[in-house]
């Protein structure tokens, strides 16, 4: 599967860099340096509600037909925090018809968004619906994105990017609108024409693996497989502490500067944490991690895994920095066939190839 990350992240040195954080046998210990606050779910199960009741109806429609062929491709917008309007695409196998399939809700990373159809046509080419998120008010640096922001509550001052964005207080911040549109991709998914609801799977690299975790949370009653690489916005409170690339430098770099904010920020970190989350999933999970990896320091990777309680997958890279190898691919759709399934119809007859 193709991972999607910041495209500056992709052009960094193959080798890496050297170990930096905890040693191996500390990381098999390690756990989320934060506390959970208190009543969480609730604090949680409000937002959803909200966003719930301040929903309209999703839109398909077809998008280029002409081009795609016999993939399947529909231009998707949904409701996500606030009512407002989030993009993504909806891909189908070719072939597959109205068969309710498996689908993988895919999530991507940070300063990425939703791109152009032809990036995700990897899982329905095996058999799986798609659908991608758009994530709101990123797009531009990697993968183009349609879909802005609209932040809440009072303003403020905010670090160059999106993760200081209304930091003092937790439910005006942005990673909580990014996470609720998360969700809200599992339960839209759930209800389009051609899901198998009980087949839904959830996936994602860097950010997207850090939403992909957070929606398995949230949402457990929909979200059957979990799978997140090199995650993202976890052990936040270490994270941005120790974390010496961007985005988690954003944080950092931030409170140096406003050091009244210190506290605020860092009880509304805890509100999105995705290692305090993984707690609540239910799902089958294969989380990857690299222990050269600068931008999500592996120990904060650890703290989530340590978290899940269903079963689950460590894919270890002793060498890997923030992109898993391309053999991962291959992991991760032996886990998907194991745990969501085939698309349950009759493959076509192939042509048997000879040479003379």
């Known amino acids: 599967m193709a991972k999607h990350f910041p495209s500056r992240w992709q052009t960094r040195s193959d080798t890496g860099m050297p170990q930096f954080d905890l040693p191996p046998a500390e990381l098999e210990t390690h756990r989320v340096t934060a506390e959970e606050p208190p009543g969480l779910d609730?604090?949680?199960?409000?937002?959803l509600d909200?966003?719930?009741?301040?929903?309209?109806?999703?839109?398909?429609?077809?998008y280029r037909p002409d081009e795609y062929g016999a993939l399947t491709a529909y231009d998707l917008e949904f409701s996500g925090a606030g009512g407002d309007r989030v993009r993504?695409?909806?891909?189908?196998?070719?072939?597959?018809?109205?068969?309710?399939?498996?689908?993988?809700?895919?999530y991507i990373g940070y300063g990425g968004a939703r791109g152009l159809p032809w990036e995700h046509a990897l899982l329905p080419a095996v058999g799986y619906a798609v659908v991608v998120m758009d994530n709101r008010g990123q797009g531009g640096r990697s993968m183009v994105g349609s879909t802005g922001d609209r932040p809440t509550g009072p303003g403020g001052s905010e670090y160059p990017g999106v993760m200081t964005r209304g930091i003092a207080d937790p439910e005006h911040y942005y990673v909580t609108r990014l996470i609720t549109d998360a969700v809200r991709a599992v339960e839209v998914t759930a209800g389009l024409p051609g899901v198998d609801p009980e087949r839904i799977a959830v996936r994602g690299g860097s950010q997207g693996g850090g939403l992909a975790l957070a929606a398995a949370a949230l949402a457990p009653d929909l979200v059957r497989v979990c799978q997140a690489d090199v995650p993202f916005l976890c052990d936040l409170a270490r994270a941005v502490t120790i974390g010496s690339e961007h985005p988690y430098?954003?944080?950092?770099?931030?409170?140096s500067r406003h050091d009244d904010l210190v506290p605020a920020a860092l009880r509304t970190l805890t509100y999105v944490d995705c290692a305090l989350l993984a707690r609540r999933i239910t799902a089958p999970t294969l989380v990857s991690v690299g222990l050269m990896d600068t931008v999500c320091?592996?120990?904060?990777?650890?703290?989530?895994?340590?978290?899940?309680?269903?079963?689950k997958e460590l894919a270890v890279f002793p060498f890997g920095w923030h992109v898993p190898p391309a053999g991962h691919t291959e992991r991760q759709l032996a886990h998907l066939r194991r745990f969501l399934g085939d698309q349950g119809t009759e493959p076509a007859p192939e042509a048997v190839l000879t040479t003379p």
């Open 42 to 47: 609730q604090w949680w199960s409000d937002r």
């Open 50 to 62: 909200a966003a719930r009741t301040a929903a309209t109806p999703p839109a398909l429609r077809r």
């Open 88 to 106: 993504g695409w909806y891909l189908r196998p070719p072939g597959s018809g109205t068969t309710p399939l498996p689908t993988v809700v895919t």
């Open 249 to 255: 430098l954003e944080i950092s770099e931030f409170l």
């Open 297 to 311: 320091p592996p120990s904060t990777v650890y703290a989530a895994y340590h978290e899940i309680a269903a079963p």
